[in-house]
């Protein structure tokens, strides 16, 4: 099961980046009548954060977070607004979250979002959401002012069913090997 998952998200992820390739670097949204099953950003110029709020906005069912770095409050309240409106939230997010300065982990933790610390690794360096098990944010973007202000930062937005499943059952993998959040 796992092998033909994997051949075929590795498979989505080549035809993606052929389309990529083939757009050129100018071409980061869709244009032209075309509907491509992806969204894609570069910052700090191109307002990247819209497009995670509108991926928040368009959950209904689930979204699940794994954050490197954890500090902007649009996409947090974003959050809790998605769960406010019964959306499932979870979110995990690496160690050093626990003792960042400006992360917005307490915030989410009010709110009543799962909130999970991933000790995995020397860094849990991802930065992705699923959304309704069909869509996928990710790329280099971290969750922070600085991606979206200061960074020369790419962010993904997919919808892909099978690229999803994979995400998400990472995404598993590491909430079952983290720890829930303590407060302090």
């Known amino acids: ?31 032209a009548g075309e509907n491509p099953p992806w969204k894609l950003c570069f910052s700090p110029d191109r307002h990247c954060a819209s497009l995670i709020l509108d991926a928040i906005s368009s959950a209904r069912e689930t979204v699940r977070v794994q954050a490197y770095s954890f500090t902007a409050r649009p996409i947090a309240e974003a959050l809790i607004e998605a769960r406010r409106r019964g959306v499932d939230v979870a979110v995990i997010v690496d160690k050093s979250q626990t003792s960042e300065r400006y992360s917005v982990i307490a915030l989410l933790n009010e709110a009543g979002i799962p909130l ?34 200061k960074n020369a930062e790419n962010l993904l937005v997919i919808d892909d069913v099978t690229m999803a499943k994979a995400y998400l059952e990472n995404w598993t993998i590491h909430r079952d090997g983290a720890r829930v959040f303590a407060a302090k």
């Not at 790329?139 to 922070?144: A, H, L």
Request: glycine content about 6%; some cysteine; hydrophobic content about 45%.
């Open 116 to 149: 999970y610390v991933d000790y995995c690794c020397a860094i849990a360096h991802n930065k992705v959401m699923v959304i309704d098990g069909k869509k996928v944010v990710t790329g280099s973007y971290n969750f922070t002012k600085g991606a979206e202000e």
């Open 1 to 31: 099961m796992m092998k033909s998952v994997t051949r075929q998200w590795v498979l989505t992820l080549a035809a993606l980046m052929m389309m990529l390739a083939c757009a050129g670097p100018s071409s980061d949204r869709a244009t």
